[in-house]
């Protein structure tokens, strides 16, 4: 008899535990930057960004929909290639994610925002700047930080009215973001009476440039302004020290704008030369910026690049929405997300109805002895 009720409470226990797993339901985040390749500092900053979200949100014990509910990320890498961003936003629509962070790229979150239209998912990236990513009206495409249209024209204008400069040659990397922001200097240098003197391109592959800026040179430009990231901005920065032109100031926009660029510059000179701009404040003048990047140091030491705080935000953005809506089901939650007063560690996120960030700041950057250094 003793042995019988035993047996019974033990089955009892099971059967609560098992009532209490039951009530848990796993919530798959996405996220995809490139994580292999010469971008991959970057990219492996946003996914630590966006893991350590998670992490955060899990010990929370959130319950939405009355489960408790347990987040996971399923990271995937596309290497910033288009064709294997579109496919790692077509794994994640199969393997049925409630929300996706990222891309980093603005060339590779273009074609995958339709992928996430198409099967209904949101996806909110901190990183894309190209301005043509809000133009089809996606109902599911949000961006956290200042477009091209912001950065190419802070910068032009920087130039124009604060340095004085009177002509300008642009380099840029023909990827959609690297031709978008030095289209958008371009045409407001023009606009502030800069001249452009020479147009140059180049890929996001390429390490050797002494054959453009030889040409460039020949011009003798105040400035260049280079479209593209940093493992192709370090290289060129070298090899214009080489070529005497340290007297050439050097423009760009968040691609460049990283600690990365002074190790890829390898000690040259032209680095103080630097004008970038990043889209959103700095650290510093972030709400939560200091506080934050002290958690991220003491987890991820020296893997700081630009955009973790914004894939950080971001991730706790999609849950904001959930919480609201009550729900995890993208069809259910996605249009909460327009309606955000998110108090995030970067800035207090709210969206226009084309789900552009509302009122975005924008930071220039120098580098003064090697290191990052805001400006405004």
């Known amino acids: 008899m003793q042995l019988k009720l035993k047996l019974t409470a033990v089955a009892a226990i099971a059967a609560v535990a098992g009532m209490a797993s039951a009530q848990e339901q796993v919530v798959k985040i996405g996220h995809v930057a490139p994580v292999s390749g010469a971008q991959a500092h970057y990219g492996k900053d946003n996914e630590n960004g966006a893991r350590m979200a998670i992490e955060e949100l899990n010990a929370q014990g959130i319950t939405i929909g009355g489960k408790k509910i347990k987040f996971e990320l399923q990271a995937e890498d596309d290497a910033a290639d288009p064709k294997q961003g579109t496919a790692a936003a077509q794994k994640l629509c199969d393997a049925k994610v409630a929300g996706v962070v990222g891309h980093l790229n603005s060339g590779t979150t273009i074609p995958a925002s339709k992928v996430y239209n198409d099967c209904g998912i949101p996806h909110v990236t901190g990183a894309a700047t190209n301005p043509n990513l809000t133009k089809p009206g996606y109902k599911t495409t949000f961006r956290i930080i200042a477009n091209d249209n912001a950065l190419g024209a802070g910068l032009a204008f920087y130039a124009a009215d604060t340095l004085k400069l009177k002509t300008v040659a642009i380099v840029d990397d023909r990827t959609a973001y690297g031709q978008g922001v030095a289209n958008v200097f371009k045409k407001v240098a023009a606009e502030k009476g800069m001249k452009v003197v020479d147009e140059q391109f180049t890929t996001d592959k390429a390490t050797d440039f002494m054959a453009i800026l030889t040409a460039i040179k020949s011009k003798n430009p105040d400035a260049i302004f280079f479209g593209g990231m940093d493992p192709q901005g370090g290289p060129m920065l070298r090899q214009m020290e ?135």
């Open 242 to 376: 080489q070529l005497g032109m340290g007297n050439v100031k050097y423009f760009g926009g968040d691609g460049i704008c990283t600690s990365e660029i002074a190790k890829l510059a390898a000690g040259a000179k032209t680095l103080s030369n630097v004008v970038c701009a990043e889209g959103g404040a700095s650290l510093d003048k972030m709400p939560g910026g200091k506080a934050w990047k002290a958690k991220y140091d003491a987890k991820y030491p020296g893997q700081f690049q630009v955009y973790s705080p914004y894939t950080y935000d971001a991730t706790q953005l999609i849950v904001d929405a959930m919480k609201r809506a009550n729900s995890v089901d993208p069809k259910v939650y996605t249009p909460e997300l327009l309606k955000s007063q998110f108090k995030g560690v970067t800035s207090t996120i709210a969206f226009e109805p084309n789900g552009e960030m509302k009122n975005p700041a924008i930071t220039l950057y120098v580098y003064k002895d090697g290191k990052k250094t805001p400006l405004n």
